[in-house]
T-cell receptor, first 114, second 114 residues
Framework: DAGVIQSPRHEVTEMGQEVTLRCKPI?????LFWYRQTMMRGLELLIY????????DSGMPEDRFSAKMPNASFSTLKIQPSEPRDSAVYFC????????????FGQGTRLTVV | AQSVSQHNHHVILSEAASLELGCNYS??????LFWYVQYPGQHLQLLLK??????LVKGIKGFEAEFIKSKFSFNLRKPSVQWSDTAEYFC????????????FGQGTELSVKP
């Protein structure tokens, strides 16, 4: 298995533009997580899905952020409009639902909003 | 609210020194415990995990961790660190009532001097 695949690896965009980050989880995994990592706040869970259904989006910072999982093999995290303070590394992770499972992380997308 | 605390923000050691990184969690139910490592510029990788059984677990690269339920702790240890262990280390907890959601500590940056 290729692991969790994220795209793009790097994104530089201007303030106000829409940004879409993509994630393909490991085949057979039915939990998917979006994390944001910054120097100031560390690793924050933004949202997670079980069986394509959003379970907890309490970490989504603002209405500018939205996430979807239209099927078991694809998820997107969208920021519209983007702001400089959104600059961070965004990680996607997947696992099997429940206890006694571990999460596998993608390589991350480094987002820079100028 | 459930939380994970890592006691050390930044640890600096010389090669061959022994390492112990502290991790405590606040949750009274069943948990799974993890240590992840993030090498500079890379994604998070699983170092070791505890699900049940022997509270002393061994992971990759000579790392081990001990689960002490009475202390709500899961400290990471390595008898002799190497320069290549320079990385950030994250403790994480998976709660039995959170559908697989991982809660991470703030991370500990380890710098090993050659």
């Amino acid at each position: 298995d290729a692991g969790v695949i994220q795209s793009p690896r790097h994104e530089v965009t201007e303030m106000g533009q829409e940004v879409t980050l993509r994630c393909k989880p490991i085949s057979g995994h039915n939990s998917l997580f979006w994390y944001r990592q910054t120097m100031m706040r560390g690793l924050e869970l933004l949202i997670y899905f079980n069986n394509n259904v959003p379970i907890d989006d309490s970490g989504m910072p603002e209405d500018r952020f939205s996430a979807k999982m239209p099927n078991a093999s694809f998820s997107t995290l969208k920021i519209q409009p983007s702001e400089p303070r959104d600059s961070a590394v965004y990680f996607c992770a997947s696992s099997r639902v429940g206890l006694n499972t571990e999460a596998f992380f993608g390589q991350g997308t480094r987002l820079t909003v100028v | 609210a459930q939380s994970v605390s890592q006691h050390n923000h930044h640890v600096i050691l010389s090669e061959a020194a022994s390492l112990e990184l502290g991790c405590n969690y606040s949750y009274g139910g069943t948990v799974n415990l993890f240590w992840y490592v993030q090498y500079p510029g890379q994604h998070l990788q699983l170092l070791l995990k505890y699900f049940s059984g022997d509270p002393l677990v061994k992971g990759i690269k000579g790392f081990e961790a001990e689960f002490i339920k009475s202390k709500f702790s899961f400290n990471l240890r390595k008898p002799s660190v190497q320069w290549s262990d320079t990385a950030e280390y994250f403790c994480a907890v998976n709660l039995d009532n959170q559908g697989g959601k991982l809660i991470f500590g703030q991370g500990t940056e380890l710098s090993v001097k050659p």
